[in-house]
């Protein structure tokens, strides 16, 4: 099979997943695996949409509901590499599971990729942030 080109602004018409920048360039994130950085990209697109159908805490915390199952489909891996997956995300404090009881699946809070360094520019009240 051979690929076309893109041509002028057809690649505007796709959907894209979003992986942050900042998990890729930072040493800070060096030893976080590829897969696990990806798999945070499909978890911040849970996100908004959480976000757009209220899921929100009573502390007005976004959650997501993100089953191994569904994992396993969307990163085309077995039941012990998503869970692998999860577990380094939450070593690193990328995400936050809170189990609901037997038979129901975990609430996931994806947390904030920023590091404290980043919130710095990006709150200054100066103007001057980059």
């Not at 396993?72 to 039941?79: K, Q, Y």
Request: charged share 25%; proline share 2%; glycine share 4%.
């Amino acid at each position: 099979m051979t690929f076309d080109y893109f041509y002028g602004e057809q690649s505007d018409m796709f959907a894209f997943y979003r992986i942050p920048k900042i998990l890729i360039v930072s040493d800070y994130f060096l030893d976080l695996s590829t897969n696990a950085k990806l798999l945070y990209g499909l978890l911040l697109d849970r996100v908004s949409l959480s976000s757009s159908n209220g899921w929100f805490d009573e502390q007005g915390r976004v959650y997501i509901i993100y089953t191994i199952s569904s994992i396993m489909r969307d990163m085309h891996c077995a039941e012990k590499k998503a869970v692998r997956l999860l577990q380094e995300l939450e070593k690193w404090k990328l995400i936050e599971k809170v189990r609901q009881g037997q038979g129901k699946p975990s609430i996931i809070y994806v947390k904030n990729f920023l590091l404290p360094s980043e919130q710095q520019f990006l709150n200054c009240q100066n103007n001057n942030s980059r």
